[in-house]
Every structure is written in C-alpha cells, then in structure tokens.
C-alpha cells in the first residue's frame, strides 16, 4: 500500500511541475491520463468495455471494475489514446482494452471515437464495440480537467450483443 501511496503522489507531483509545451492543456506533444466513471447500460454487457472505474451490486452479485487511459496529442487538440482495464464480474475475469482519437473542439468539447475490446475468461466470444463519447472539459487548473458526457457503444458482434449501451460518464484527466 505504501508503494501504491507513493506512485500517486510522485504522478502528482510531476503533473503539477510539468508545464504544457504550448500554455495550453491540449497543445501538441502533451500527454492526456484519464479515469471514467460509467453509469447505465445492464449486467456483464455494460461492464465488458470498461477503462473505468465501476461497482456494481445487486442481490449476491457485485461487479467492480478497474482501468485507465492514457493519450499523446499528435496535434493542437487531437490525442491519439489507449485504455486498459479488469473487470471481475462474480469471479468472472475480464481483461479489455481501448484504441482511438479524442478531439477537443474549441480545447474544451472533448468527442471520443474508439474501439474497445475484452477478452473475458472461458467465453466463447468476445465482445469488440466501437465507442462514440462527447462532453465538456471543465478545467480546475493548468492540469486538471473534470469531463462529464454521455457514451454509445455499438456491439460489433450480434452473437455476443447486438444491444448497444448508453452511458453518462464522469471522467478525470491529467494533463502534462
């Protein structure tokens, strides 16, 4: 736990010392680390594209998941991004994971477009959905953003869903 502690506050620290290359927070060659809060859809097919954070219970069943996200901006407010996560789901382990490109219209209306997969234990099939995402970036600082919006995610595979999920998100970045 110490280690854990000490992580947090070295990434904190180095946010807060870094300066963006530009002055701004999305200006080519920053980085982008995010975390998501997700709520809404149902059961495992919400929870099988999650980077987030999550926790789920009903009756004896809980579903908590874990993951972030990280991004480079190629460009003035287009990042390239990547997410990873674990969901265990009654003792069901779910690994998944997230490619795609964020862009900040006018550095402050974030659009999402994304392919999130999982790879889910014992499944004969695995999920794959391509995500769309829009909000708005209410920056608390030079390095710290606030993102609540909505999601979509589109089942690519009908065997596995062919139901897509809504979601209203309340996301977390860093900025450096």
Same mark, same amino acid.
């Given at each position: 736990?110490?280690?854990?502690?000490?992580?947090?506050?070295?990434?904190?620290?180095?946010?807060?010392?870094?300066?963006?290359?530009?002055?701004?927070?999305?200006? =080519?060659?920053?980085?982008?680390?995010?975390?998501?809060?997700?709520?809404?859809? %149902?059961?495992?097919?919400?929870?099988?594209? @999650?980077? +987030?954070?999550?926790?789920?219970?009903?009756? %004896?069943?809980?579903?908590?998941?874990?993951?972030?996200?990280? +991004?480079?901006?190629?460009?003035? %407010?287009?990042?390239?991004?990547?997410? !990873? +996560?674990?969901?265990?789901?009654?003792?069901?382990? $779910?690994?998944?994971?997230?490619?795609? *490109?964020?862009?900040?219209?006018?550095?402050?209306?974030?659009? =999402?477009?994304?392919?999130?997969?999982?790879?889910?234990?014992?499944?004969?099939? @695995?999920?794959?959905?391509?995500?769309?995402? +829009?909000?708005? *970036?209410?920056?608390?600082?030079?390095?710290?953003? $606030?993102?609540?919006?909505?999601?979509? @995610? !589109?089942?690519?595979?009908?065997?596995?869903? %062919?139901?897509? $999920?809504?979601?209203?998100?309340?996301?977390?970045?860093?900025?450096?």
């Amino acid at each position: 736990m110490k280690k854990l502690s000490f992580v947090i506050v070295a990434i904190f620290g180095l946010v807060f010392t870094t300066q963006a290359q530009d002055g701004t927070q999305t200006s =080519q060659g920053s980085w982008l680390i995010e975390a998501n809060t997700g709520f809404g859809g %149902d059961g495992l097919s919400a929870h099988s594209a @999650n980077t +987030g954070f999550s926790l789920v219970s009903s009756g %004896d069943t809980t579903i908590w998941g874990i993951g972030g996200e990280g +991004g480079y901006f190629i460009a003035d %407010d287009l990042a390239l991004k990547v997410g !990873l +996560g674990y969901t265990d789901f009654d003792s069901l382990s $779910i690994f998944t994971y997230k490619v795609g *490109a964020k862009y900040y219209v006018i550095s402050t209306i974030p659009v =999402q477009v994304d392919i999130t997969g999982a790879s889910i234990q014992d499944a004969t099939e @695995n999920p794959l959905w391509v995500g769309l995402q +829009g909000g708005y *970036a209410i920056f608390l600082s030079d390095h710290i953003s $606030i993102e609540p919006g909505v999601r979509y @995610n !589109l089942s690519l595979n009908d065997d596995f869903s %062919d139901e897509g $999920i809504f979601e209203f998100r309340i996301g977390f970045a860093l900025f450096f």
